[in-house]
């Protein structure tokens, strides 16, 4: 007979779930370890759109488990949707395979009802995929692509990658310089700045292009500030292109260490109706400044329309055989006036943003 118990997560147990994730941050070496800590937690899962529920597995007073699930705004067909993601969950060594996992998912699903949320999402990792579809029916989407661009080929060259970081390689790398050297012959009244408040106007173009598809987080003014420039840490730079003292386009990028060197992670992406173009010169000519800062590989994940012109840039997508981390999207409907069809690739909209670790 089971000794442990499943249980939504109180206020008062906010510094447990952080020892409890400290621990397991530690044994397996995640990408969030670190620095980690109250501030990253309380930001994450207190202070977004709406308060997260979190589920907890306890064993007299102490925690085995986690399973952390945001509430987010989304935009469906056009329509309000509150939407869920599941990210951060995991069991202590000793309590993995017993079940443990599978009872947080049920308590999770069932705290989400209480709350009206419609639609969830979530990018699970190997070990944890085959519960969200055997345990909770969850429908896999699709592998989101990922793709890279070398920036500086004899450095990616020189790391782990070997010959997955030169699959762009010189035609790549020319393709970016060209694109780049156009982006000093930008558009008359153009000029690129450094956003430090997302106002209606970047919320506008952010919406625009996430209204081409059927299901996208709605970014919002207050999204963005949360997201970029409220973490803690500090790490994402916003910036936008401008013409006529409007923002057209804008990029959010940082740089992070990852498969042995230093990358310029795309994060997220927004322009106006038409704008595409503009994007482009804005993409490249943030790349540009991110490579004298020492990056070496471009790196974005997603789904959207946009995202194969970035072939246009240099970009090349990995192939899956070469992906170290597939990202696994995979979705459950709740809402059950919510069409059947939105459980497609070409219904979403999905950046780097809308996972959890970058």
């Not at 308590?107 to 990792?125: D, Q, S």
Request: charged share 20%; net charge positive.
């Amino acid at each position: 007979m089971a000794t442990w118990r499943v249980r939504e997560a109180t206020p008062a147990d906010a510094d447990a779930v952080c020892t409890c994730m400290s621990e397991i941050l530690a044994e397996t070496g995640g990408q969030k370890g670190p620095g980690f800590g109250a501030p990253l937690w309380t930001w994450q899962y207190v202070s977004g759109t709406h308060p997260a529920l979190v589920v907890v597995a306890e064993e007299g007073s102490r925690f085995l488990g986690y399973y952390h699930v945001p509430i987010v705004n989304l935009v469906v067909r056009g329509k309000p949707v509150l939407g869920a993601v599941v990210q951060d969950v995991a069991t202590l060594a000793p309590y993995r395979g017993v079940g443990v996992f599978r009872e947080m998912g049920a308590c999770a699903l069932e705290g989400m009802r209480r709350r009206g949320v419609g639609l969830i999402y979530t990018f699970p990792n190997h070990r944890s995929l085959p519960s969200f579809q055997r345990n909770h029916g969850y429908t896999v989407i699709t592998k989101a692509p990922v793709r890279i661009l070398p920036l500086d080929v004899g450095a990616v060259l020189r790391t782990r990658l070997g010959a997955l970081g030169a699959l762009g390689g010189a035609p790549a790398t020319a393709a970016f310089g060209a694109l780049s050297r156009r982006v000093g012959r930008l558009e008359a009244g153009e000029d690129l700045v450094r956003v430090t408040e997302p106002d209606a106007e970047l919320e506008a173009i952010a919406r625009e292009l996430a209204g081409g598809v059927s299901a996208a987080l709605d970014r919002t003014s207050r999204y963005l500030t949360w997201r970029f420039l409220e973490k803690p840490t500090g790490e994402y730079e916003i910036l936008a292109l401008r013409r006529g003292g409007r923002p057209r386009a804008y990029v959010v990028t940082r740089l992070a260490p990852l498969f042995g060197t230093t990358c310029a992670m795309l994060m997220d992406f927004g322009c106006a109706r038409g704008e595409e173009a503009a994007l482009l010169r804005l993409i490249a000519a943030h790349l540009q400044a991110r490579r004298a800062q020492g990056a070496a590989l471009a790196v974005t994940m997603g789904l959207h329309p946009f995202l194969p012109r970035l072939t246009l840039a240099g970009f090349v997508k990995v192939p899956e055989r070469f992906n170290p981390r597939p990202f696994n999207l995979v979705a459950k409907i709740l809402d059950p006036g919510l069409p059947t069809d939105i459980l497609t690739p070409e219904s979403w909209m999905i950046t780097l943003a809308d996972w959890d670790v970058m």
